[in-house]
Nanobody, 122 residues
Framework: VQLQASGGGLVQPGESLRLSCAAS????????IGWFRQAPGKEREGVSC????????YYVDTVKGRFTISRDNAKNVVYLQMNSLKPEDTAVYYC????????????????WGQGTQVTVSS
């Protein structure tokens, strides 16, 4: 099983990025995918998740209205569209799978991707 996160980069405040999480040997039909982030000196936190059972999307309050999670089950890819980026969004972003559904608890996920750096700075 492999989760490949990509799409990070350096952008200015207010700009957008789209992250991708490509899953290998793991079906999105049976696994929820969450996006987490970790800023320097801070704990890893949940950002968004899409539940495999009903497609419901969840967001942490700080990104609601700016980030949108979506999935393409045929391609086995989950996307995180990030708009109106702020400097406080700067972090390494990880995707993770959870066969039980969505959870912000970072100890529950089954598999983690390697992370992609997002830097928002002027």
């Amino acid at each position: 099983v492999q989760l490949q996160a990509s799409g990070g980069g350096l952008v200015q405040p207010g700009e957008s990025l789209r992250l991708s999480c490509a899953a290998s040997e793991l079906s999105l039909d049976y696994n929820s995918i969450g996006w987490f982030r970790q800023a320097p000196g801070k704990e890893r936190e949940g950002v968004s998740c899409i539940d495999h059972r009903d497609g419901i999307a969840y967001y942490v309050d700080t990104v609601k209205g700016r980030f949108t999670i979506s999935r393409d089950n045929a391609k086995n890819v989950v996307y995180l569209q990030m708009n109106s980026l702020k400097p406080e969004d700067t972090a390494v972003y990880y995707c993770a799978s959870d066969s039980s559904g969505c959870s912000w608890y970072t100890g529950r996920q089954d598999y983690w991707g390697q992370g992609t750096q997002v830097t928002v700075s002027s």
